[in-house]
């Protein structure tokens, strides 16, 4: 059974560019969700897609976009990068079923100049 | 906004020594996870409750799950510099198409050898 997987492991950006950051559900799981988090704190929700289609969103402006494919793999995209965009993203993928638990990639080290 | 408060928020002890951390709300939840995150890494699911009053063991942690389903506690026995990280609590409600998990901020506990 193959884990969850995010590509790159680092970026670095300046400000005003955009990015694209990819993720690998486990298998078997047909929900993402996208976390952003900053240093020594918990994850935000960024949003979830499940079967393909957006399924909640967070407290998060417009220029953070997503996309799920049908093999259930994810993508997010941020235009118009800001400096405080700069942190850890984590994608995690769960089958949706009994308690929602969720399973972690290692996360998106994205900095932002 | 319903959220998961988790105390204390940081903690810094001596390898050896106990230690409990809180996870509480004034909502009900139908399962509550906790999940270990170290530097640069994603959280790892370390265990899930679901019946009020569960009290589950994973070595030297316990996890309880209170009577009401709306606070969890996690106790530390005889701590080690390997259990140095972010401990992070995140409560399902599994209303009807509801996937997501409301999340806690974390507690950073430091083990000193």
């Known amino acids: 059974e193959t884990g969850v997987t995010q590509s790159p492991t680092h970026l670095i950006k300046t400000r005003g560019q955009q990015v694209t950051l990819r993720c690998s559900s486990q298998s078997g799981h047909n929900t993402v969700s996208w976390y952003q988090q900053a240093l020594g704190q918990g994850p935000q929700f960024i949003f979830q897609?499940?079967?393909?289609?957006?399924?909640g969103r967070g407290n998060f402006p417009p220029r953070f976009s997503g996309l799920q494919f049908p093999n259930y793999s994810s993508e997010l995209n941020v235009n118009a990068l800001e400096l405080d965009d700069s942190a850890l993203y984590l994608c995690?993928?769960?089958?949706?079923?009994?308690?929602?638990?969720?399973?972690f990639g290692p996360g998106t080290r994205l900095t932002v100049l | 906004t319903q959220l998961l408060e988790q105390s204390p928020q940081f903690l810094s002890i001596q390898e050896g020594e106990n230690l409990t951390v809180y996870c509480n709300s004034s909502s009900v939840f139908s399962s509550l996870q906790w999940y270990r995150q170290e530097p640069g890494e994603g959280p790892v699911l370390l265990v899930t409750?679901?019946?009020g009053g569960e009290v589950k063991k994973l070595k030297r942690l316990t996890f309880q799950f209170g009577d009401a389903r709306k606070d969890s506690s996690l106790h530390i026995t005889a701590a080690q510099p390997g259990d140095t990280g972010l401990y992070l609590c995140?409560?399902?409600?599994?209303?009807?198409?509801?996937?997501?998990?409301?999340w806690g901020l974390g507690t950073s506990l430091a083990v000193n050898p």
């Open positions: 897609y499940y079967r393909e289609e957006e399924n």
């Open positions: 995690a993928s769960s089958s949706g079923q009994l308690y929602n638990e969720q399973f």
């Open positions: 995140a409560g399902s409600k599994n209303a009807g198409n509801n996937r997501k998990l409301i």
């Open positions: 409750v679901v019946t």
